[in-house]
């Protein structure tokens, strides 16, 4: 029996996870890559910027938004007159008066594409009713009033205006929740390409380095996996904290100046919270996949040639949740929700879009249970594939023993002569 | 297995192998590996190249798992669960070039538990007691190869493992590097740590190991004690004499080979007194005689075969080469 039978002295997981984590972050941190990383949504932004600047112009040329007038003929035709004569000293907007032998129901008219009427005014100029999305019509009630006001000619006394939300103004809010959903995606995606290919640089190093060897004898392959995971996460951390302090301070000093924006379905504040936690799950489970793709390749360049299917694999999952944002409850939503890989993209576009919060619990679960069977798979394949040692190897011992088959008959020959 | 001597040794185990299989491939690498390493002693795993030395410790060390067989270290099946004590150097050394010398050391304590500062102050006090005082603030991509492994060595030794395994240690060090290895060997073990290293460099395992794993073709033929495996080939005696002819001819074994002025012939059951007595009586003239013990070369040409040992002569000067 040993003397040490009974002692047992290892690092747990977790610790022996933090180990590696520390290593890797301190030296990714002051290292070229994460300066690029940094720097990498930059390029983004730009793209995006000039992107904007292109969608703005598109949009100056449009005509500005009006406001359809459907009263009775006269009520239109003095609405109509007094706005001409009020709009040479306050800025109204402008105004089309909608003739009998138009659909002249609210619905109609702003679902009337050949136009660009924003709301439409109904009713009488003692009682105008606005109809229209929210936000247009709530803006613009205001000027109604003092129209109808100046063409009643009651100076001090204003009529109430009704407002009425259309349907419109619902689909708008959609629309703003889907771009929220879409523009969230697209930023995880680009931000977990960024760190899949950073922790596959890593890896290849560290084949490089050959100092593999030296970590999977000294811990299990699990917490080696673990920590240059989670490394890899602290350092993206980083990198969105620097961002968002950047971000955050351009919004501070020119939050005047942008457009109200609908929030999304379950808040600002929970969904910045679930856009980190599922960015968290996405690149943690692609994460895994390249680690374990990656630490099986004999060489660097291999390492290069089968991340690309994997890198596939990450824009097919991309393109499916974008595409299922769009029809939540369908077939194919609830699949992009239910396949690990695609999960959190699906999800955080749910987010953006529906408010029940239950399900996010679940996914949550579902995400981390894939998350440790991608480490454990990851793990047990590498240590069942990798260490192959040997230069020569049993195979080519048989080509050894030929050689020295054919030596040791010249040395016959020798001896015989 | 035959164990002499090493069987009959009280000692606790640090390790225990029993039919050790690894297969990669369809190819079997490791073939029935069986060990015993005494706790403190010096012990050697002599093949040549390809021969499944590292796959054996590899598997030894839980970095891959044996499709057949058990391993134990100091009565732990589970290599991890004792890494602590277990300091390791593999074949192919490995740092991180970027890492200052100190921090590498550190690193590699860490990993087997000992505290970040704690290994940077030893680190810096093995550094400055190898003459490396001058390296502690280098990256290790400044330092020569030499440096590199030393610093490597020294890491594994941080944490004051109770085993030290390390594969092809001589690899690579020149003759005062090798030298100052091996010194470092003997005190591990004189302060009661078990080492056990491979080699295909029979000198190494001669001057050092108390005990030897004879490994060709991931079989292992012989474990045990050097002593009991250079004791299965009978001593040679080689003898000058003045005359060249004579009736004391036959006196000499019926196996006795004539090379220039000596006479070889393996040490007689009987012993050497009755040979020498006919010897003399007959003339022979004897110039010279000496009785030299079968070293571990012989052994590991009667056990492993003759072609296993012209691999191990390729490997070395392949290295030498190199």
Redesign the interface.
């Known amino acids: ?5 009974n ?5 747990s997981i977790l ?2 996870a933090f ?1 590696i984590a520390r ?1 890797d972050f301190t ?1 990714i941190l002051f290292s070229k890559a994460f300066f690029f990383f940094l720097i990498g949504p930059l390029f983004f932004m730009l793209i995006s910027v000039g992107a904007g600047f292109i969608g703005a112009a598109a949009a100056d040329s449009k005509s500005d938004p009006t406001l359809a007038v459907a009263m009775s003929a006269q009520d239109s035709t003095r609405f109509a007159q007094t706005h001409e004569s009020l709009a040479e000293y306050v800025r109204l907007p402008d105004v089309t008066v909608i003739g009998e032998e138009r659909d002249r129901s609210p619905e109609a008219l702003l679902a009337d594409t050949d136009s660009n009427f924003a709301a439409v005014l109904t009713g009488t100029l003692e009682a105008p009713e606005l109809s229209g999305t929210e936000d247009r019509i709530d803006r613009w009630q205001g000027e109604v009033a003092l129209i109808a006001s100046t063409a009643m000619g009651e100076a001090d006394s204003y009529p109430s205006v009704k407002l009425t939300p259309t349907d419109t103004s619902m689909a708008d809010t959609r629309n703003v929740n889907a771009a929220t959903a879409t523009a969230s995606i697209t930023l995880m995606f680009l931000l977990t390409m960024l760190l899949a290919g950073m922790v596959l640089s890593n890896l290849v190093e560290e084949k490089g ?12 392959m699990d917490a080696v996996f673990l920590g240059k995971l989670f490394a890899m996460l602290a350092i993206s951390f980083v990198g969105i904290a620097v961002w968002g302090s950047i971000a955050g301070t351009i919004l501070f000093l020119g939050a005047e100046a942008l457009p109200e924006m609908a929030p999304p379905a379950v808040g600002w504040p929970l969904f910045v919270a679930l856009f980190l936690i599922y960015f968290a799950m996405a690149y943690l489970l692609i994460g895994s996949i390249f680690l374990a793709v990656g630490s099986m390749a004999p060489t660097v360049r291999d390492v290069q040639t089968i991340s690309m299917p994997a890198t596939m694999l990450q824009l097919a999952v991309f393109f499916l949740a974008t595409f299922a944002m769009n029809d939540l409850g369908s077939p194919i939503e609830l699949f992009a929700v239910s396949f690990p890989l695609s999960s959190p993209y699906a999800m955080l576009g749910r987010a953006a879009q529906e408010a029940a919060l239950w399900p996010h619990l679940v996914a949550l679960a579902w995400q981390v249970l894939w998350v440790g069977i991608f480490v454990k798979a990851g793990a047990t394949l590498f ?2 594939k990798v ?11 048989k080509r ?2 030929f050689l ?1 088959f054919r ?2 008959d010249k040395s016959q020959i020798e001896t015989h002569y | 297995m035959k164990q002499p001597e090493m069987d009959s040794d009280t000692r606790p185990l640090a390790i225990e192998a029993h039919g050790l299989v690894k297969r990669f491939d369809g190819t079997t690498a490791v073939d029935g590996v069986d060990l015993a390493v005494p706790e403190g002693a010096i012990y050697g795993i002599l093949g040549p190249n390809g021969a499944g030395k590292t796959t054996t410790l590899r598997m030894i060390l839980g970095i891959i798992d044996p499709d057949e067989g058990v391993r134990k270290i100091f009565g732990h099946e589970r290599p991890h669960d004792i890494a602590k004590m277990i300091g390791y150097l593999p074949e192919e050394r490995g740092l991180y070039p970027s890492m200052k010398c100190d921090d590498a050391i550190a690193f590699m304590g860490a990993l087997r538990g000992l505290p970040k500062a704690e290994g940077k102050k030893r680190g810096r006090e093995l550094l400055e007691a190898h003459g490396l005082g001058h390296a502690i603030e280098k990256q290790i991509r400044q330092l020569s190869k030499g440096m590199a492994q030393t610093v490597q060595l020294l890491g594994t030794l941080v944490h004051q493992p109770k085993l030290v395994i390390l594969d092809e240690p001589f690899s690579g060090l020149d003759a005062i590097n090798q030298g100052k290895l091996e010194t470092m060997i003997r005190d591990l073990a004189a302060g009661g740590t078990t080492v056990i290293f491979s080699t295909h460099v029979i000198h190494h395992a001669e001057r050092l190991c108390e005990g030897v794993a004879i490994i060709a073709g991931g079989k292992v033929p012989y474990a045990g004690s050097v002593e009991a495996a250079r004791d299965r080939i009978p001593a040679q005696v080689r003898l000058e004499t003045r005359e060249r002819e004579g009736q004391w001819l036959g006196a000499l074994p019926a196996d006795h080979r004539r090379e220039g002025d000596f006479f070889y012939f393996p040490l007689p059951e009987t012993g050497i007194e009755p040979m020498l007595r006919a010897l003399i009586e007959g003339n022979a003239g004897i110039q010279s005689l000496s009785i030299e013990r079968a070293g571990l070369h012989d052994a590991f040409v009667d056990i492993a075969g003759a072609a296993a040992a012209r691999a191990l002569e390729e490997d070395n000067a392949a290295e030498i080469g190199a």
């Open positions: 029996m040993s003397t040490y039978q002692t047992t002295s290892r690092l610790q022996a180990v290593r030296a380095n050959k100092i593999i060897e030296i970590l999977a004898a000294a811990i299990p240590r069942k260490m192959k040692s040997g230069p020569r190897g049993a195979k080519t011992g050894r023993s020295s030596r040791k």
